[in-house]
Structure formats: C-alpha cells, structure tokens
C-alpha cells in the first residue's frame, strides 16, 4: 500500500519533528492526539530536569496537565487530565520507556555538572 502525498505535511515542521502523518491529520481536524501531547510535554519535562536537578518527573508532568501511573510491568503511564485513555512510555516511544527516561535523564544531568564544572576551572 502507498501512501499518498500530502504536501502539506511535507513541508510542515511536523515531519521533522518526528510526528507521524497520521498524527498531523488528526491535529489538522481539530481531534487532539493524545500521544502527540504527552511525547511532547515527556521532551520538554525531559530538559527541564536536567536544568534543575530537584525536579521529580511527576511534578513536571503535572505542570503540564499529565498524571503518571505505574504499569504492572514497571513501566510509566501518562495519562492527560480529564482523557480516559492512558500510554505505556514504550507504546508511545522507545526513549519515552521508564528506563530509556532515567538514562536520558540521569546523563543529561551529567553533562550539565560536568560543563558547570569546566565553566568554574575556566574562569
């Protein structure tokens, strides 16, 4: 099966983002993509943790109308306010799996200590 073009979506950020066409439609239609949501607020969550360490994952979500559950097999659950429907973090993505997002997590803190670090010997 082909797929047919849209050349709207092609040269939309969207596709460079890494949104799937099909979830580019439903936005476009005005039904809101549940999943397109919660990978988005899971990125930006993501850099705000790394730029301050005291932030737990679960307050950043909050701030951003997500709850977060904990699945039988030990993986998170985001679920949107107000939504019925709730995504596993490996349904949604690979990285967005519960030990995909410590790694990330915990690395890019890394990072952060390790360039405040040279900053101070610098200068």
Do not use: W
């Amino acid at each position: 099966l082909q797929e047919r073009a849209n050349p709207e979506y092609d040269a939309s950020k969207a596709k460079r983002a890494g949104i799937t066409r099909d979830e580019f439609e439903q936005v476009r239609q005005g039904r809101s993509f549940e999943k397109t949501y919660i990978r988005r607020s899971l990125k930006e969550a993501r850099e705000q943790m790394i730029a301050d360490p005291t932030l737990k994952l679960a307050e950043a979500m909050k701030q951003r109308g997500i709850s977060i559950e904990v699945a039988k097999d030990g993986d998170l659950k985001f679920r949107r306010e107000g939504s019925k429907l709730s995504f596993k973090g490996s349904t949604i993505g690979e990285q967005y799996g519960r030990k995909s997002l410590e790694r990330a997590i915990k690395a890019g803190r890394e990072a952060a200590l390790e360039r405040a670090g040279n900053g101070i010997e610098r200068g």
